[in-house]
């Protein structure tokens, strides 16, 4: 009699950790596939701030250049003007590629 019940007891404790081995696989599953979500939308919001950032660093740089190279920019720029003043003067045109500009 002694050996009946222990099998019952085997056999209701294996029955009960197969029900908790399902359930656990079952909530590992769910939780795996939440945090991949999550990890998703945060990975990309992340993505866009980087860009974001990285854009503004290259747009800060391009300005501290200008800013920095105000003077040899303005230089050149005058430069650029002197040259077709004179060439209006002297009555030629010039021409940048099949265009002209004065």
């Known amino acids: 009699m002694s050996s009946i019940l222990s099998s019952l007891n085997d056999l209701l404790t294996s029955f ?3 029900i908790r081995s399902i359930l656990q696989t079952f909530y590992d599953v769910v939780h795996a596939g939440v945090s991949a979500v999550l990890n ?3 990975g ?3 993505m866009l701030a980087e860009t974001v950032k990285g854009a503004l660093q290259v747009g800060s740089g391009v300005g501290r250049f200008i800013v920095g190279n ?4 303005a230089v050149l720029g005058a430069a650029a003007f002197g040259y077709l003043v004179v ?3 002297k009555g030629r045109t010039v021409t ?3 265009k002209k500009i004065n």
């Open 96 to 98: 940048v590629g099949d």
């Open 44 to 46: 990309f919001a992340n």
């Open 87 to 89: 060439q209006r003067r």
């Open 40 to 42: 998703f939308v945060a």
């Open 16 to 18: 009960l950790s197969l």
């Open 70 to 73: 105000i003077v040899v920019l």
